[in-house]
Nanobody
Framework: QVQLVESGGGSVQPGGSLRLSCAASGYTKSRGCMGWFRQAPGKEREFVGNINTGRSITYVTDSVKGRFTISQDNAKNTVYLQMNSLKPEDTAIYYC???????????????????WGQGTQVTVSS
């Protein structure tokens, strides 16, 4: 059974940093896509970025480019979202998701993720 467990959320002041982790179990993360999403109160879920885990190709949206980066540790079967220069508008519940059926040459996008984590709260406030 595939499980994704996020951790690393919390409260931070504007300009601060957090690193979210998404630990995957129940499948081989060596190929496929893993994505990060967020949902702020009263807003729709927003795609933040993703990584092709087989080729370590990452993508983040323009709204977080230059501040957020995605990486992975294959030994730990974990994907990370490093968030720097955080702003109050980054406040949201952050979710990781996995698209486990994608092959190594799959072009990871915003859709098609078939497993989701439970989410972790990130609050940016002074």
């Amino acid at each position: 059974q595939v499980q994704l467990v996020e951790s690393g959320g919390g409260s931070v002041q504007p300009g601060g940093s957090l690193r979210l982790s998404c630990a995957a179990s129940g499948y081989t993360k060596s190929r496929g896509c893993m994505g990060w999403f967020r949902q702020a109160p009263g807003k729709e879920r927003e795609f933040v970025g993703n990584i092709n885990t087989g080729r370590s190709i990452t993508y983040v949206t323009d709204s977080v480019k230059g501040r957020f980066t995605i990486s992975q540790d294959n030994a730990k079967n974990t994907v990370y979202l490093q968030m720097n220069s955080l702003k109050p508008e980054d406040t949201a519940i952050y979710y990781c998701a996995a698209l486990t059926t994608a092959g190594i040459w799959y072009s990871c996008g915003r859709d098609g993720y078939n497993y989701w984590g439970q989410g972790t709260q990130v609050t940016v406030s002074s």
